[in-house]
């Protein structure tokens, strides 16, 4: 029979991807001694996996049939817990033979043992339930934070739960439930959770795993068609870094470098003589989660000019001739960070009135909100019913919103109002839709954006191309600040419920610029033709991942973050 054997690595290299070899989803991870233990429910391998090197061992070569389609992975001294379906197994960690523990009354999805408790995550009945180890009886439950499939992981006084929709790790109270706080995760699809017994509470770090699948181009020598688009399983196990900032009410999770470029190419669609034009592009702005550590002109030099705090680049052309070609942009570096705000409806009760220079600002139709039509002031009469708390009534109206909306490209912005009778919009027609229903129910909101790092965060030194711009919002928590939330990202299961990941949070790929400013603009003489910004040149942008960052307040961990 095979045994658990102490890693060659030692202590675990804190910012290493670790890919091991011949798995396919691995669906819960545990450490024992630590050793890295994880579970493959398709093949129903339980696997020893070396950090340093991904060598992967099958410790259960004659039991791996009792084990497919299992969920979550626990040991306790010398036992071994998982989920398969509606029953607890058990084994001893030096043969692996699975024995029934007791049997649940709903299919389950992850299991934890501390001392004499069991902890089960069950995503059927919303909850998790306790239940003595001696006798398996129910002791209580609590309500599950999110509404995806959730493992489970326990650690002294705390329990530890990732949510696969949710994109989420909650940090709960483990005597009553309560949610202290959560973060953001890199990836998608986190699949599985737990607590290096060495590392945890000194450097803040968890361990998940990820599994999901991957559209590729396959390369078929026998079709006329040779190249077709298929799917293959991945998965992988990557730490999860964390600061909790109590005081300011946020969470910051994994961080990275990216290096970001936008570039014009003046490529007119008509024969143009333009003089004087000024052109003024954004720049990224540093934010709770975002710094800019450097900006470089590309093709042209610029002015630099600041506007309501925000930094924007300025190029000039003297004299622009037909069919004269120009590129021009700028090119940043960038440390980007997941944020999760931690703040509750409780919290907001006693929240100040909006001063009266933001109602005048943020409270009015200054962008083609349709704001006096029939239809969108009965929208937003009904998006809020009778909620009185700023929090609920924000949350209410982007599930209003999503009820209604389903995503689809356009070719232009309509107004809300014809938004809304269509029932399909963009990232930016969700955006006018939410801040319309919003500011008539005197919620100071902004548009924010502008692009989206692709999110391959594994992909590290690779060009990366966004497909499309992007747009979010802000809304204002007066004493507090402003908050994020997605358009249109989270409206993923038609009628609900809708996970509330970027509710108040987003996460590292997300590149903020152009707050209270337009992204881009340009000043054409007195004399020229009215232009459009389409109409004169052609957008360039791409991204390049340079290293992952380590963890906040650890920079002398450097070498390692990056490695």
């Not at 737990?194 to 559209?215: D, K």
């Not at 409206?491 to 949070?505: A, K, L, Q, S, V």
């Not at 232009?531 to 340079?546: D, Q, T």
Request: proline fraction near 7%.
């Amino acid at each position: 029979m095979s045994q658990i054997s102490a890693s060659s690595s030692g202590d675990m290299a804190l910012s290493r991807l670790i890919r091991p070899i011949g798995v396919y989803a691995l669906h819960g991870i545990a450490f024992q001694r630590g050793v890295l233990l994880a579970l493959d429910a398709i093949r129903g391998y339980l696997l020893q996996i070396d950090p340093a090197t991904d060598n992967t061992m099958i410790l259960n070569p004659r039991h791996s049939d009792q084990y497919q389609d299992a969920m979550g992975l626990a040991v306790w001294e010398n036992t071994l817990w998982f989920i398969r379906g509606h029953e607890i197994y058990t084994s001893t960690l030096n043969d692996f033979a699975p024995q029934p523990f007791t049997t649940l009354p709903y299919d389950a999805d992850g299991v934890a043992v501390w001392q004499s408790t069991i902890y089960v995550a069950c995503k059927k009945a919303g909850a998790i339930f306790i239940l003595d180890r001696a006798t398996g009886r129910r002791i209580t439950k609590f309500s599950l934070p999110g509404i995806g499939v959730e493992n489970i992981a326990v650690d002294g006084e705390r329990l530890w739960l990732c949510d696969q929709l949710e994109q989420t790790v909650y940090c709960l109270d483990r005597a009553t439930g309560e949610v202290l706080f959560s973060v953001l995760t890199p990836f998608a699809s986190p699949t599985g959770i737990a607590l290096h017994p060495n590392t945890a509470i000194a450097t803040r770090t968890l361990w998940v795993v990820y599994a999901y699948e991957e559209p590729y181009i396959r390369d078929d020598p026998n079709s006329d068609n040779p190249h077709q688009l298929t799917f293959r399983d991945r998965t992988f196990i990557h730490p999860l870094h964390f600061h909790h900032d109590a005081a300011k009410g946020y969470a910051l999770s994994n961080g990275y470098q990216i290096e970001m470029s936008y570039v014009e190419e003046i490529s007119p669609l008509d024969a143009v003589q333009l003089h004087q034009l000024e052109w003024r592009i954004a720049l990224p702005t540093n934010t709770q989660r975002q710094t800019v550590t450097h900006i470089e002109p590309i093709g042209r030099p610029f002015t630099e000019e600041v506007i309501n705090g925000q930094r924007l680049a300025l190029f000039k052309f003297d004299t622009l001739k037909p069919h004269e070609s120009h590129l021009f942009g700028w090119k940043a570096r960038l440390e980007v960070r997941g944020i999760k705000y931690q703040l509750t409806p409780r919290m907001v009760e006693n929240a100040p009135p909006l001063s009266p220079e933001f109602q005048q600002r943020y409270l009015v139709d200054n962008d083609q909100l349709a704001m006096d039509s029939p239809i969108i002031q009965a929208a937003a009469r009904q998006a809020i019913g009778t909620e009185t708390n700023l929090l609920r009534q924000v949350l209410s109206i982007r599930n209003y919103v999503y009820d209604r909306l389903s995503y689809g490209i356009r070719p232009q912005i309509d107004t809300p109002d014809v938004v809304l009778e269509r029932g399909i919009g963009s990232c930016g027609e969700y955006v006018g839709l939410l801040l319309a229903c919003c500011r008539l129910n005197g919620i100071a909101c902004r548009t924010v954006g502008r692009y989206k790092c692709p999110p391959h965060a594994e992909q590290i030194g690779m060009l990366l191309e966004p497909d499309f711009n992007h747009v979010w919002l802000e809304f204002y928590l007066p004493g507090y600040g402003w908050l994020p939330m997605e358009s249109n990202v989270d409206d993923m299961i038609e009628g609900g419920p809708y996970p509330t990941r970027f509710f108040m949070g987003l996460p590292w790929y997300h590149v903020e610029m152009g707050k209270d400013i337009p992204f881009e603009r340009i000043k054409l003489a007195e004399q020229d033709p009215e232009m459009k910004i389409g109409e004169l040149a052609i957008n360039h942008v791409r991204f390049k991942i340079l290293a992952e960052l380590p963890p906040v307040g650890n920079k002398q961990r450097d070498a390692a973050a990056t490695a």
